[in-house]
């Protein structure tokens, strides 16, 4: 048992450096213990509302229980936390003083739309910030494709947020199935992970200030 213990966390130091290769700006192994579940995550993509809610499929309520999740995760004895940062570091200054959140993202919405000078710098922003998940999501399915070749057969991928490969989300009442079903990733919070919590708990810095570079957090359970 403790030869399986030791030579499972070597692994996970062996992805961590992997992760590092294919791009990530960190990547650091944390105990499964230091995950932290906390139901408000869920209340989160409620109040307020989430504009990703019941459409997304990454999102709640088409993703498992949180209670679901928290037995499962009781099953690993591995995980990593991986992250990328954006290339673009500064928030666009529309973005910076918005009195409110509805205000912050119909600016980014309508930025979609129309093409003035503004408008396009908030474009190239948020295409920065989807450029930078889509990297999380490769790193993370190559480093879960990779423990599945070497027998680590339960390997699970994960990232946090929304899913924003595609500019709009198939929708679950489409009934068509997800583009990308490979990449997208089901969203960690809204399986109930802190993901500010527990990537402290790992020594990983979450940035939320207006001047320092967006970064997104995915996780890699091993087993
Ligand atoms: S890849 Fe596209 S279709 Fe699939 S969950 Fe993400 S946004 Fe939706």
């Known amino acids: 048992m403790i030869e399986r213990e030791q030579s499972l966390e070597s692994y996970l130091k062996f992805l961590c450096q992997k992760a590092l290769e294919l ?18 995550t869920r209340l989160k993509c409620l109040v307020p509302l989430c504009s990703f809610y019941d459409i997304n499929l990454m999102c709640p309520p088409n993703v498992m ?17 991986i992250k990328t940062t954006n290339a673009v570091s500064s928030l666009p200054e529309e973005l910076t003083n918005p009195v409110g959140l509805a205000e912050a993202w119909e600016i980014v919405k309508s930025a979609r739309k ?11 922003y948020s295409h920065a ?8 999501y490769k790193i993370i399915e190559q480093i879960e494709s990779l423990c599945i070749r070497e027998g ?3 390997a699970a991928g994960f990232a946090a947020g929304a899913c924003l490969l595609c500019d709009e989300c198939v929708g679950v009442k489409s009934g068509l199935p997800c583009r990308y079903p490979f990449k997208a990733r089901t969203s960690m ?5 802190d993901v500010v919590v527990t990537a402290k708990r790992a020594g990983l810095k979450v940035n939320f200030a207006h001047n ?7 996780m890699v359970l091993v087993d």
């Open 189 to 193: 919070g809204a399986l109930g992970i």
């Open 152 to 154: 680590y057969h339960f």
């Open 212 to 218: 320092e570079a967006r970064s997104c957090i995915g």
């Open 23 to 40: 791009g990530a700006s960190e990547a650091v192994t944390i105990p499964v213990t230091d995950i932290v579940i906390d139901e408000r």
């Open 65 to 81: 229980p949180i209670s679901e999740f928290k037995e499962i995760l009781k099953r690993y004895h591995g995980a990593i936390l």
């Open 114 to 124: 129309n093409v003035s000078e503004r408008q396009t710098v908030i474009t190239d």
């Open 129 to 136: 910030l989807r450029d930078n998940q889509e990297r999380l």
